[in-house]
């Protein structure tokens, strides 16, 4: 009864109440989707470094590197000799490389050449069909056969670059042979195949030491006249590709790499870790302030409903007079103000979840098109919307304790004299 006259109540006036069920609404959805991007973003950056200690690639910047070569959302920072990197990657320390050539993309999802350690890595299992053996066969992730609708032998051709709009490669075409079980890794959006297949794509047979045929500096190659029909393989000299995922033996070789690597080749080692912790530590940045900034309006919203109630309060003196009369004692209107403002903050709880949950929705699906990253809504982190529901109706407490209790002491006899 109490409860069903609260509500009747707070739409005595609603242009009041909708405005702070508006700010606490606006407050509770910033907040609810900046704690699940958090939370979803480390974790998908987390789990695609499980098992990479170095990336070894160009020199550069490091945090390129490690963007381009583990979360596949940034250029390269250039290519590296192979022949060099091969040194490197049979080294006694190193216990796995997985080499990575960056080339085309279809329809704005890269392809990958590397080699079947790199499903390995990400515990990526054949749903599907089965491993790229062959050249120009490829293995694609879940996401992009959902999405694109590529089943089991259809064919393609590659864009160049990074840019869907790049130039066709009508030379050869890729034939899907597998595809891959949903891992929530960055594997879901790549189209994986041979290197060798990225490095024949490109016509890159030493062509730069070897002129072609009938143009001077020539050097004829016994079997030539068929050369140029073999698959290319990984034994092809003077080839480049365009980054090493490393994992390591013992701790060591982590610590000494960066300048070993540096002071005695052209080309750089990035700890994935450092790089995306400092990466985080960026991004709390922006966080933080945006929780500030929520924070302050949920804030004003617990003003608002303060205000609310202090003034209704004045205008409803003779119906609580009324109510005391007829039986209704004081602890009944302190429950009455009360219930007022938790409704609104319940309300306003209700709708933020709600809208938070949308908002990350477009959120996800802008990222998802930039940068082949997607967020879940219907992710309940309940410890931490636990306490932010435990804060919003703290908010709605405090708004509530002066009018409650200025019910609670209303002078009937006083209040009906003057009425």
């Known amino acids: ?44 950056f987390s789990s695609n470094i499980d098992g990479v200690d170095l990336v070894m690639g160009a020199q550069g910047s490091p945090l390129q590197l490690i963007l381009s070569a583990v979360y596949q959302v940034d250029a390269p920072t250039g290519n ?19 080499p990575l050539a960056f080339g085309d993309n279809y329809r704005g999802y890269k392809i990958l050449g590397t080699t079947p350690d790199y499903l390995e890595k990400y515990g990526a299992e054949i749903s599907e069909g089965k491993l790229f053996e062959k050249n120009f066969e490829v293995v694609i992730g879940s996401d992009i056969a959902q999405k694109l609708s590529l089943k089991i032998g259809d064919e393609f051709f590659g864009s160049h670059g990074d840019a869907a709009e790049g130039e066709v490669h009508e030379h050869y075409a890729y034939k899907v042979v597998g595809i891959v079980k949903p891992t929530g890794k960055v594997v879901d959006n790549l189209i994986l195949c041979t290197i060798p297949s990225v490095w024949q794509m490109h016509g890159s047979h030493g062509a730069e030491e070897n002129p072609a045929h009938g143009e001077e500096g020539h050097v004829h190659v016994e079997g030539e006249e068929h050369h ?21 033996r013992n701790k060591m070789g982590i610590v000494t790499w960066p300048r070993i690597i540096a ?48 003034n209704t309060l004045k205008e409803r003196k003779n119906e609580f007079a009324l109510m005391r009369v007829n039986g209704a004692k004081r602890l009944q209107l302190l429950k009455v103000v009360m219930i007022e403002s938790l409704l609104l903050c319940v309300v306003g709880f209700v709708f933020g979840t709600i809208l938070g949950r949308v908002g990350l929705s477009m959120l996800s699906n802008s990222a998802e098109e930039d940068f082949k990253m997607s967020f879940n809504p219907y992710e309940f982190i309940w410890e931490k919307e636990g306490t932010l529901f435990l804060l919003t109706i703290f908010v709605g407490f405090l708004a509530a304790v002066i009018p409650a209790v200025k019910a609670y002491n209303l002078n009937i006899s006083k209040t009906l004299a003057n009425a």
């Open 1 to 44: 009864m109490i409860a069903k006259l609260a509500w009747k109540n707070i739409w005595f006036k609603p242009l009041n109440t909708i405005l702070s069920v508006v700010l606490l609404t606006s407050s509770v959805a910033i907040i609810t989707t900046l704690i699940l991007v958090e939370k979803q973003f480390e974790e998908k």
């Open 80 to 98: 590296i000799s192979y022949d060099s990197a091969k040194v490197w990657m049979q080294h006694p320390f190193v216990q796995k490389a997985i």
């Open 228 to 248: 140029e029909e073999a698959d290319m393989t990984l034994d092809e000299p003077r080839m480049e590709i365009t980054a090493v995922l490393l994992k390591f």
């Open 263 to 310: 002071q005695n080749t052209k080309m750089q080692v990035a700890s994935p870790a450092i790089e995306v912790n400092r990466l985080f530590s960026l991004f709390g940045i922006g966080i933080s302030a945006l929780q500030y900034l929520a924070y302050g309006i949920m804030l004003i919203s617990g003003i608002s409903i303060f205000i609310a109630l202090y």
